[in-house]
């Protein structure tokens, strides 16, 4: 079974300042890992994506993140904020399943506040 | 491409009305999905369509039916709905493989009074 915890419901940053959103997993194989980004009564955009290639994965607005698989993390990350930055971020981990098709897990979310 | 389409946006029901939310893909992918985001528990699975003409239950399927018409159309059918189910619901679609994360629809809006 495959489960994603992300450790802080909330963070707040300054504008121009780097952003860090946590995320840790567990999967009983090699998982695919993704964070989705949802703006204020928007639907859910993918930001980037982990598949077994390189471990510091670049995705769209400045975000990277890295996994490692000895921590069993995949931290987001941002050298520094913007104001549109304000969002509801997801760590999603996908475990391949025959009968389920590509099953995804999502995390309970962490909303990122930027401050001018 | 429109990509994952879902109507209505909105809706407000009473306890015990019947309603079927819509969904279509235009991407030709055989995996399709219906999730509920309610404030701190990120999106929970209702129901899955590996492929047309299969449907299984997702984690929190109680209260809900699906139908995969085809392979474009999942629909979501609430027969009596409660306050409980008050939520954003979200469908998506994917295509087979491990590495490919989802299309998400816009959401609809539903409230239960």
């Known amino acids: 079974a495959q489960s994603v915890t992300q450790l802080d419901s909330h963070v707040s940053v300054s504008e121009g300042t780097p952003v860090l959103l946590r995320c840790n997993y567990s999967?009983?194989?090699?998982?695919?890992l993704f964070w989705y980004v949802q703006h204020p009564n928007k639907g859910l955009q993918l930001l980037l994506k982990y598949t077994s290639a390189a471990t510091l994965v670049k995705g769209i607005n400045g975000f990277e993140a890295e996994f490692k698989k000895s921590e069993t993390s995949f931290h987001l990350t941002k050298p520094s904020a913007h104001m549109s930055d304000a969002a509801e971020y997801f760590c999603?981990?996908?475990?391949?399943?025959?009968?389920?098709?590509?099953?995804?897990?999502f995390g309970g979310g962490t909303r990122v506040l930027v401050k001018p | 491409n429109a990509g994952v389409t879902q109507t209505p946006k909105f809706q407000v029901l009473k306890t015990g009305q019947s309603m079927t939310l819509q969904c279509a893909q235009d991407m030709n992918h055989n995996s399709m999905y219906w999730y509920r985001q309610d404030p701190g528990m990120g999106l929970r699975l209702i129901y899955y369509?590996?492929?047309?003409?299969?449907?299984d239950k997702g984690e929190v399927p109680n209260g809900y039916n699906v139908s995969r018409l085809n392979k474009r159309e999942f629909s979501l059918r609430l027969e009596s709905a409660a306050p409980s189910q008050t939520s954003v619901y979200f469908c998506?679609?994917?295509?087979?493989?491990?590495?490919?994360?989802?299309?998400f629809g816009s959401g609809t809006r539903l409230t239960v009074v």
């Open positions: 999967s009983s194989y090699s998982p695919s």
């Open positions: 999603v981990v996908s475990e391949i399943n025959r009968a389920a098709g590509n099953k995804l897990t």
């Open positions: 369509s590996a492929s047309e003409g299969t449907t």
């Open positions: 998506a679609s994917s295509r087979d493989g491990l590495s490919y994360g989802y299309t």
